[in-house]
């Protein structure tokens, strides 16, 4: 299929505008760093309880959705079947969606939270009420929330492009609400763009810190120079793999981050405080259940708004950020799944995962760490990119796991940028499924640049300033591509009934037909029958 002439007015303006940032924190990076940290004050005090209703409402959607008769629509024909097999959909959607996230925070979140818990609770620090609410807190901002936000905008982007086919194009989701006027379109679109680059850019510098940690300790070179440089080579690895396409290179890079987190959990687990962690996981996954309403309405009206913003705000504003991206590239991977297939696999499959990884690794150090066994205090004060290498040099073979773990980032800052570069490609060619290899090329330098940028304006700090920006103008898009999706699904006539109450087969069709298998009995059953 010959790929599809780039969209020439959109992609202008936002290559100029991306330059314009990429040139001004290349020449000015304080000045460019103190008007982030003003805006986002500003944002903080003023809005944060806007991205705390949004995440809410995608949460209650999605679970509205699976479970409702609109979850038997199809995305694509009635008759077709999905076109990658179950692991390969989960290690790419997985990969895309918060690879580089969990192996910077999977030790350093719960470690924080610990030694500082979230004021307002009374909770003292060091003690055991801190280590229960530190798991149910990473819990929540890395489980439901976020992937009920990436399963409603992939959703709506998969509807429009194989139920309706109108293309890849995120615009083209909102056709049920503006029809189809190009300069609004393009709007959407652009505003796509950037969030999908802040977004990445974000993941990309979390992920330079930590190699530049991991090599640093064996090689004995850190720094700026260092970080800019371990993006620079990533950044041309992913253009490679982008270029191969969604069946070659980010398939295969995809699946080999499976099996490598797979090798350095179990090393964990196994050499670890096994029974510990056994504990942990019921104990954290019943405890974030539990709270899971004070936790998710929590907007700072009673205490300091300081934590939500360098947390939960931040999160929920980087989830928004990445939701075009993630979204798009899981409806890419998703053709010929029903709607409750989608919103199942990718909220229940890729929590899980985290639930066990955070418990594995977080919960291992906090367990240490309680039991005075280890001290990770001193990592922690150097930097969340230090906690996971801290918890490798406790176990047998931290040679071998730190070499494991500076690997497997490096391959999800490319596993996670070439699928954002292929994504930006079709963006910007009228939501074309196979962009042209130099326009994915050139989305990959800029994603690169502006990484690059962040990490030399602000570090860290300058990159959570960056996603909850980009985020806020973001958010009143997402919330209208809810609105969108829903009034198109009401008149969808694949929609069919939920199996009947008060039928020996109706619970047994209601189970069957949310973990997928299209051979439950009566499937067509009615409530009258």
């Known amino acids: 299929m010959r790929p599809s002439k780039p969209d020439v007015p959109l992609l202008a303006v936002a290559v100029a505008l991306l330059l314009c940032v990429v040139v001004?924190?290349?020449?000015?990076?304080?000045?460019?760093?103190?008007?982030?940290?003003?805006?986002?004050?500003?944002?903080?005090?003023?809005?944060?309880?806007?991205?705390?209703?949004?995440?809410?409402?995608?949460?209650?959607?999605?679970?509205?959705?699976?479970?409702?008769?609109?979850?038997?629509?199809?995305?694509?024909?009635?008759?077709?079947?999905?076109?990658?097999?179950?692991?390969?959909?989960?290690?790419?959607?997985?990969?895309?969606?918060?690879?580089?996230?969990?192996?910077?925070?999977?030790?350093?979140?719960?470690?924080?939270?610990?030694?500082?818990?979230?004021?307002?609770?009374?909770?003292?620090?060091?003690?055991?009420?801190?280590?229960?609410?530190?798991?149910?807190?990473?819990?929540?901002?890395?489980?439901?929330?976020?992937?009920?936000?990436?399963?409603?905008?992939?959703?709506?982007l998969a509807y429009s492009t194989f139920r309706k086919g109108r293309g890849n194009r995120f615009s083209a989701a909102f056709e049920p609400l503006f029809g189809q006027r190009k300069g609004v379109g393009r709007a959407l679109d652009l505003l796509a763009v950037l969030a999908t680059v802040f977004g990445t850019a974000t993941s990309l510098g979390l992920g330079a810190l930590q190699v530049e940690y991991g090599v640093n300790r064996f090689l004995d070179i850190g720094g700026r120079q260092a970080e800019v440089a371990i993006i620079i080579v990533l950044t041309l690895c992913f253009v490679v793999s982008a270029a191969t396409g969604v069946h070659r290179g980010v398939q295969y890079v995809s699946t080999v981050n499976v099996y490598l987190a797979a090798v350095l959990a179990i090393v964990i687990f196994v050499f670890g405080p096994t029974v510990a962690i056994l504990d942990l996981v019921p104990a954290s996954v019943g405890g974030y259940l539990d709270n899971l309403i004070p936790m998710s309405t929590r907007t700072g009206a009673f205490t300091d708004k300081g934590w939500l913003g360098t947390w939960t705000i931040f999160y929920w504003a980087w989830w928004l950020s990445w939701a075009p991206f993630v979204g798009a590239f899981i409806a890419r991977i998703s053709r010929g799944r029903t709607v409750r297939q989608f919103i199942v696999g990718v909220m229940l499959v890729p929590s899980g995962v985290s639930t066990v990884w955070f418990c594995v690794s977080g919960g291992s150090a906090l367990t240490m760490q309680r039991q005075h066994t280890a001290d990770f205090a001193p990592a922690v004060e150097k930097g969340s990119e230090a906690a996971l290498f801290a918890l490798?040099?406790?176990?047998?073979?931290?040679?071998?796991?730190?070499?494991?773990?500076?690997?497997?980032?490096?391959?999800?800052?490319?596993?996670?940028?070439?699928?954002?570069?292929?994504?930006?490609?079709?963006?910007?060619?009228?939501?074309?499924?196979?962009?042209?290899?130099?326009?994915?090329?050139?989305?990959?330098?800029?994603?690169?640049?502006?990484?690059?940028?962040?990490?030399?304006?602000?570090?860290?700090?300058?990159?959570?300033?960056?996603?909850?920006?980009?985020?806020?103008?973001?958010?009143?898009?997402?919330?209208?591509?809810?609105?969108?999706?829903?009034?198109?699904?009401?008149?969808?006539?694949?929609?069919g009934p939920l199996p009947v109450r008060g039928h020996p087969y109706g619970l047994w069709v209601a189970i069957k037909r949310v973990v997928g298998d299209e051979d439950a009995p009566s499937s067509r059953l009615t409530d009258r029958e």
């Not at 350093?108 to 009374?122: K, N, Q």
């Not at 962040?454 to 909850?468: C, E, R």
């Open 24 to 156: 001004w924190g290349a020449t000015s990076p304080g000045s460019l760093h103190a008007a982030a940290t003003a805006a986002l004050g500003w944002v903080i005090v003023n809005c944060g309880w806007v991205f705390v209703v949004a995440a809410d409402l995608f949460l209650v959607l999605a679970v509205l959705l699976a479970f409702s008769r609109y979850g038997n629509v199809r995305l694509g024909k009635d008759d077709d079947t999905p076109e990658f097999t179950k692991l390969a959909w989960m290690a790419m959607m997985f990969a895309a969606g918060m690879g580089i996230g969990l192996m910077f925070y999977g030790v350093a979140e719960p470690l924080t939270h610990f030694f500082a818990p979230p004021p307002g609770l009374g909770i003292a620090p060091d003690s055991s009420a801190a280590a229960r609410v530190a798991m149910e807190y990473t819990l929540f901002h890395w489980t439901f929330h976020p992937w009920a936000i990436y399963a409603i905008t992939g959703l709506a």
């Open 392 to 495: 490798l040099d406790q176990l047998p073979l931290a040679g071998v796991t730190t070499v494991i773990a500076v690997v497997l980032v490096a391959l999800y800052f490319v596993s996670g940028a070439d699928s954002a570069a292929l994504v930006l490609g079709a963006l910007t060619t009228r939501g074309s499924l196979h962009p042209p290899r130099a326009l994915v090329a050139v989305w990959g330098v800029l994603i690169g640049a502006v990484a690059v940028v962040l990490l030399l304006s602000g570090g860290l700090t300058g990159l959570q300033q960056a996603t909850i920006l980009i985020a806020l103008p973001f958010v009143v898009v997402m919330l209208l591509l809810c609105w969108a999706l829903i009034k198109e699904l009401r008149a969808d006539p694949g929609a």
